[in-house]
């Protein structure tokens, strides 16, 4: 094919070796083909061609992919790592978040505890001075001279008594011990 398209003897048969079989090559041989010789000569050239195998039939047709060429694989390229630097910096973009997260999630535990510890010491402080406060009003009644009350006033004052002795022996005693009022 080469010498009767440019009248001169072909040197390079250890490229066209390597090259033939490649499927770039294959489609441009069958574009030269169709578009070169008429329908009659064309199936006589190939019966008179000494490649034989190498050709391509015409009645067959075969539809090659070719193999990317250089512009398309830079482009790809350059798109992949574009794609890769966007997914980078997403991803950093997502663990700063996720690591804010964490510390606010965890300045806040230290807050609620912070505060349930303050609640529960302003709650024993509370209770103290409420039992302070008790002693204090149990102390007066315990204190009271019943002697210049008339008969109803000493009752009430003398149950409260009872009432405080009973509750000061259950806190302070031990079961083992039993006073009642009465033995005092």
Same mark, same amino acid.
């Given at each position: ?9 072909? =040197? ?14 294959? &489609? ?9 010789? +008429?329908?009659? @000569? ?7 061609? +000494? ?7 015409? =009645? ?6 070719? +193999? ?12 992949? @790592? ?5 997914? $980078?910096?997403?991803?950093? $973009?997502?663990?700063?978040?996720? =690591? ?26 509370? @209770? ?14 315990? @204190? ?14 003398? =149950?409260? &008594? ?14 083992? &011990? ?7």
């Amino acid at each position: 094919m080469y010498r009767e398209t440019e009248k001169a003897t072909y =040197n390079m048969e250890h490229c066209w070796c390597l090259l033939r079989h490649q499927s770039k090559w294959q &489609q441009h041989v069958s574009m030269l083909s169709t578009r070169r010789k +008429p329908h009659g @000569k064309r199936h006589a050239m190939a019966e008179s061609t +000494p490649l034989g195998d190498d050709t391509i039939d015409d =009645n067959e047709e075969v539809i090659f992919e070719r +193999p990317p060429g250089k512009k398309t694989e830079k482009e790809r390229e350059r798109k992949r @790592k574009a794609a890769e630097s966007c997914d $980078a910096e997403f991803v950093e $973009a997502l663990t700063c978040m996720t =690591n804010d997260r964490a510390v606010f999630m965890s300045e806040r535990r230290q807050a609620t505890s912070k505060l349930d510890v303050d609640r529960a010491q302003l709650l024993v402080k509370k @209770k103290r001075r409420n039992d302070t406060e008790n002693r204090k009003i149990d102390m007066e009644i315990m @204190k009271m001279d019943l002697a210049g009350m008339n008969g109803m006033q000493r009752e009430y004052f003398l =149950n409260l &008594q009872k009432e405080v002795f009973e509750k000061s022996r259950k806190r302070f005693s031990s079961p083992s &011990q039993s006073l009642s009022f009465e033995d005092v």
